[in-house]
């Protein structure tokens, strides 16, 4: 407060035991109320009349806070040697608002004006920063080294920037008012600016470690001086701490060349060093020898600090370096030491990369580090302020720690602190005045215990904060109060939830670890570290209980517990009715159980039902064997009538060639069904067990080679590389006819699907272990995954062989089945496979098996079963004549008999042109152009149905008719044939003369329709009962298009539109009248009169949504042409078909 008393201005403010004011002479008094007594404090006549006035004053302790409305703040601090008030300035540049001391902790609240607000205290101990660039450009790297001599100079090491010599320091000075120099290689003897130690001589001079070496400064001739060290040929380099004893010995510990004791001679102002040893652990490596830190607890007890090896103690009686600790850590940077200490109770203090070591003995230890609440894991450096307090430096602070107690404090930004970052080795601590000092990046941090040691304090833990899903909320909002207790109500689907929590500290708020446990989930107090919250994620429904108490490392205390109760919501799934739909659920998967029981009995009995369909496909399998064989054996008879008339009439002589090409024929169709037959007999007689297993050594080389003889023909006439590898005299235990059988069928199988022009090789391999292999492949035809279980499979065969699925199949598919049966008993196998390379491969693998007994002797009682290899010349088409003036005629087939065949039944009246490779359909088009195409069903790779689509799909081809001709007589199969496009289905076998009709036919209903679409009635359909011309149909949809692309576009007209069709109006006009249509106008409004109609009953818009869609310019204009049109308004017509609108 402040009042005018005879024109003198008097201030006056209170508290509740003292009363504080300044009379008219600017005295400052305090009266204190309980004693009555009124002291003097000091004047403050300069003060406000510098300053201005007083807005509030504060006793603290022994000293008064004076806060000025316009210009700062003083502290008034009673000294104690003269109870004088020694008068200072605080570091506030603003006005003072007011003062106010805190309720619960020894601290003092300063609001400015525009500076907000500070927080005075006064802690046992005075941190001071000092980030060296603010006084200097010239040091910008981090400090590696510090001291403070006898004279009050402070020296600062860098790493780079050489060495920061600062003159007078005192604690409370600002260095800035200090004199200070710079010391470089190149203004001094400093052999390196990476300057990594100080330490003090019993001479008069400093030692210095830097990277390159030993030098040291002569405070008798006030400059730095180099004192080299040679090692052997090398010099001691990187120096990283000194210790010198009483007696002359000095000791150095470098990263990488190890320890060094040196003998130091010379005069008490030039040493000299006359004597150097090395000791070096693992030999010397370079890696092993970085020793960062040097500990002397006496003279003849010294410790050093290695990085990756721990600590090292020299022994005086071996003259060495013996570990003293053997321990296996947990973590192995442990072993990377930096910094070393003892404690009052003997306990050493190891800082090294993973934290504080209290080590004991080998086999106890106490480990502090981040887990423990520490700042940081790694410890830079130790500084001992008491017998048991201790001082660390870290990567993100300092650590005051009390080793008797266990407890520390950690003080980082939020402390004042500017330097947080510090660097291995950089401390030093005053003796004269117990000033710690700590180097890092940026600067120097200063310590002095002056302050008073702090009250206890343990403020209350508050939940003030909740987080949903990531959302905050007001907490407040979800509190109720039950009884005493507060609960926190959440629904089922706010499961995923952050409480957060404070205990207000405003001093030791950052030296707090939280605790919480959650009952009702876990009975565990879980670590929450520094973090004031905690996290749940998919909580169940209920009702839990949340306890927080957290621990004080100042104080060593922990707080009481504090609990807040969260109840979760249940779901609507636990609701009654959702209970009711359980019960309609279990009764319903009841049903299921029931109907599952159904369909399980069901599918065994279904799988009853398919073994007897197994047993009973074998029994038909057999019957349908026993049919074919006993046919086979009436076919012979016939087949014997056929064969010998063919060639009785061939030995006759002066027959025509035509009768000969046609005899040749007869006969070679009927050899190929007397193999069939063979075949068939010879399946049957494997199948039954009746074909006996007689082996003989055999000469396999010959047996192949005189087999492949045979083919060789062939071969040549169809253009084939047949290629073969056999090596001479492979003997080995077979059956020769077994033997034979299989060798013929593979190489026939091959010739059977191997394209003209391709390749065939054949191999005999005995390079296995006892295994006789024999191997055919064929190029130009790959075989589907998919089917190769069918092509030895026994049912799969006989099938094909009912039903003649493809072409020829029961010829080569019995041959692969009795080899495949033959490889069985003669205990082998046959394999197929498609080689990477696009050949298919048979591989035929013979075990050794023993000689049959007395072979040789005994007569074989039935003939044995050769295939006969078909190696006659193919069948060479003749050459027709192209007449330009004859329709032409395309044969696809791949048999050449066909081809032939057909050819010449159309040889007289067509130009006949045969192709053999459907694959080869494009080529032949290409030069000829057809009039009707024959072809045949079941071709390899192209069959005939599939030719068909391609011809039609190509619109210059898809008007050519196509006669398919198979020997397949099912309904399905004729009608998928003229489903992709073919003209006729002819069945196999026909009539000669039926198929030219046929051709003639399809080919004279093609020129009936060619002159019909030549002539000009083809040009018109019939509509609504009369002839509309083609062209017009299309005029008038194209109008219709243009108006149903632009009905919303205010510009459609007929002019628009005449100009999008690149005509007139007038022809526009014209054009319509000539088709007999409405006119342009009305066609347009037509249209939108029924997309306006369509919406009207088809969605629930509004009339002016309904007008704007249908492109109408207004709505008067609307509602006129809908009344004209519907007799109603749009809404009359709407409700009338109101039914319609619903649905």
Not at 5 to 19: H, K, P
Not at 512 to 531: A, H, I, P, R
Not at 639 to 655: A, M, Q
Not at 832 to 860: A, Q, S
């Amino acid at each position: 407060y402040w009042m005018i008393v005879a024109d003198f201005r008097i201030y006056c403010f209170n508290d509740e035991q003292s009363l504080y004011y300044i009379d008219k002479e600017f005295n400052f008094y305090a009266f204190h109320i309980p004693t009555q007594k009124n002291e003097f404090i000091a004047n403050l006549g300069k003060e406000i009349q510098e300053r201005g006035k007083i807005s509030s004053i504060v006793h603290y302790h022994n000293s008064y806070f004076v806060g000025f409305l316009m210009d700062g703040i003083l502290l008034l601090e009673k000294q104690k040697e003269t109870n004088h008030y020694q008068i200072q300035s605080l570091p506030i540049n603003s006005g003072v608002f007011c003062l106010k001391k805190d309720r619960f902790q020894d601290v003092v609240w300063i609001g400015t004006d525009g500076q907000g607000v500070y927080l005075y205290s006064n802690p046992l101990y005075s941190i001071k920063s000092m980030v060296l660039s603010n006084y200097t450009e010239k040091i910008e790297r981090p400090v590696r080294a510090i001291y403070l001599d006898d004279e009050r100079t402070f020296w600062v090491g860098t790493k780079g920037n050489g060495i920061l010599k600062i003159y007078d320091y005192e604690f409370d000075k600002n260095i800035s008012d200090c004199r200070a120099e710079v010391l470089t290689t190149s203004n001094s003897a400093l052999s390196s600016n990476a300057v990594y130690c100080f330490a003090k001589s019993h001479r008069n001079l400093l030692w210095i470690g830097d990277e390159e070496g030993l030098t040291y400064y002569s405070y008798r001739e006030k400059r730095i001086k180099s004192i080299p060290i040679r090692i052997g040929n090398e010099d001691f380099k990187y120096i990283h701490d000194i210790y010198e004893t009483a007696d002359s010995e000095l000791w150095l510990a470098s990263v990488g060349m190890g320890v060094v004791k040196a003998r130091i001679a010379g005069t008490p102002d030039n040493p000299v060093i006359v004597d150097a040893q090395r000791y070096i652990i693992n030999d010397g490596e370079l890696g092993s020898n970085y020793f960062f830190t040097i500990y002397a607890e006496n003279e003849a007890n010294l410790l050093f600090g290695n990085k990756g090896y721990g600590v090292f103690r020299y022994n005086e009686t071996t003259n060495g370096l013996e570990p003293v600790s053997t321990h296996k850590y947990e973590n192995m940077t442990l072993n990377n030491i930096l910094a070393i200490s003892k404690d009052s109770s003997n306990n050493y203090l190891f800082g090294t990369s993973y934290g504080l070591i209290k080590y004991t003995s080998e086999t106890s230890y106490q480990l502090f580090n981040a887990k423990n609440g520490f700042l940081n894991n790694t410890i830079h450096a130790i500084l001992r302020n008491s017998s048991d307090n201790f001082w660390l430096s870290t990567n993100l602070g300092l650590i005051n720690f009390d080793t008797k107690r266990n407890v520390f404090r950690s003080y980082g930004f939020g402390d004042g602190l500017k330097v947080v970052e510090f660097s291995d080795g950089a401390a030093f601590r005053d003796s004269r005045t117990g000033t710690l000092f700590f180097g890092g990046i940026n600067g120097v941090v200063a310590i002095r215990a002056d302050g008073r040691p702090e009250q206890l304090y343990m403020p209350p833990v508050y939940f003030d904060k909740l987080s949903i899903f990531g959302e905050q909320y007001n907490l407040g909002e979800f509190l109720t109060r039950k009884k005493e207790t507060e609960v926190l109500n959440l629904q089922y689907d706010q499961n995923f939830f952050s409480v957060s929590f404070a205990s207000v500290d405003y001093l030791n708020g950052n030296n707090c670890t939280y605790f919480y446990k959650l009952k009702g989930l876990s009975d565990q107090w879980v670590n929450n570290g520094s973090e004031s919250g905690v996290s749940f994620t998919n909580m169940a429904p209920g009702e839990y209980t949340l306890l927080v108490k957290y621990y004080n490392s100042v104080f060593d205390k922990e707080s009481d517990v504090y609990s807040l109760v969260i109840r979760i919501g249940d779901p609507w799934y636990a609701s009654w009715w959702a209970y009711l739909i359980y019960a309609l659920c279990l009764l319903l998967l009841a049903a299921l159980l029931i109907r599952s029981f159904i369909l399980r009995s069901k599918r065994k009995k279904q799988e009853l039902l398919n073994e007897i369909e197994k047993r009973h496909q074998k029994n038909v399998f057999e019957s349908k064997l026993r049919f074919f064989t006993n046919i086979a054996h009436e076919f012979c008879t016939p087949l014997t009538l056929i064969y010998g008339p063919c060639g009785r009439i061939l030995s006759s002589k002066g027959l025509s060639k035509f009768v000969v090409d046609y005899v040749q024929m007869i006969q070679t169709n009927a050899e190929r069904l007397n193999n069939l037959i063979h075949e068939l007999i010879e399946f049957r007689r494997i199948e039954t067990g009746n074909r006996e297993v007689r082996v003989e050594s055999l000469n396999v080389s010959s047996i192949v080679k005189g087999i492949a003889k045979t083919f060789v023909e062939m071969a040549k006439s169809r253009n084939i590389t047949f290629l073969s590898k056999i090596p001479e005299q492979v003997m080995w235990n077979s059956d020769k006819g077994f033997l034979n059988t299989i060798i013929i069928n593979l190489i026939s199988n091959a010739f059977k699907y191997t394209p003209d022009g391709q390749s065939i090789k054949i191999e005999v391999d005995t390079s296995g272990e006892n295994m006789l292999t024999l191997r055919v492949a064929n190029e130009g035809s790959t075989i589907k995954e998919k089917d190769f279980q069918y092509i030895f499979n026994r049912y799969a065969i006989l099938d094909n062989f009912e039903n003649q699925d493809e072409k020829n199949f029961s010829r080569n598919g019995l041959g692969l089945a009795i080899s495949y049966n033959m490889a069985k008993l003669l205990n082998g196998t046959l394999k197929v496979e498609n080689t990477p390379d696009g050949w298919v491969m048979f591989t035929l693998t013979l075990p050794v098996v023993e000689l049959t007994t007395g072979v040789v002797e005994t007569k074989r009682l039935t003939a044995e079963y050769i295939p006969k290899i078909d190696t006659q010349s193919i069948l060479k088409l003749p050459q027709y004549e192209f007449d330009k003036m004859r329709p032409t005629l395309l044969v696809v087939d791949d048999e050449i008999e066909m081809l032939w065949f057909i050819g010449e039944i159309f040889s007289a009246d067509f130009n006949v042109v045969t192709l053999q490779d459907p694959e080869r359909l494009d080529q032949v088009m290409n030069e000829v152009y057809p009039n009707v195409i024959i072809c045949d069903v079941m071709m390899p790779g192209m069959g005939g149905i599939e030719l068909t689509r391609r011809i039609k799909s190509v619109k210059e081809t898809a008007h050519i008719p196509i006669i398919v001709v198979s020997g397949r007589h099912e309904m399905e199969q004729q009608m998928e044939a003229l489903s992709a496009g073919a003209e006729m289905y002819i069945t196999k076998p026909f009539s000669a003369e039926y198929l030219r009709i046929s051709v003639c036919q399809v080919i004279e209903r093609k020129e009936v329709l060619k002159n019909y679409f030549s002539s000009p009635i083809s040009s018109f359909e019939k509509s609504d009962g009369k002839l509309t011309h083609k062209e017009s149909k299309k005029f008038l949809q194209s109008v219709l298009k243009i108006i149903n692309d632009n009905i919303t576009n205010k510009d459609l007209t007929p002019r628009y539109i005449a100009d999008r069709l690149a005509i007139s109006p007038r022809s526009l006009y014209r054009k319509m009248e000539e088709i007999g249509e409405d006119s342009p106008t009305d066609l347009i409004k037509e249209c939108r009169l029924h997309i306006a109609k369509d919406l009207l009953l088809t969605t629930k818009k509004t009339i002016d949504e309904i007008v704007f869609d249908s492109g109408f310019s207004n709505k008067v204009t609307f509602f006129k042409v809908f009344r004209e049109k519907y007799e109603c308004t749009p809404k009359e017509f709407r409700m009338k078909h109101l039914e319609e609108v619903q649905q």
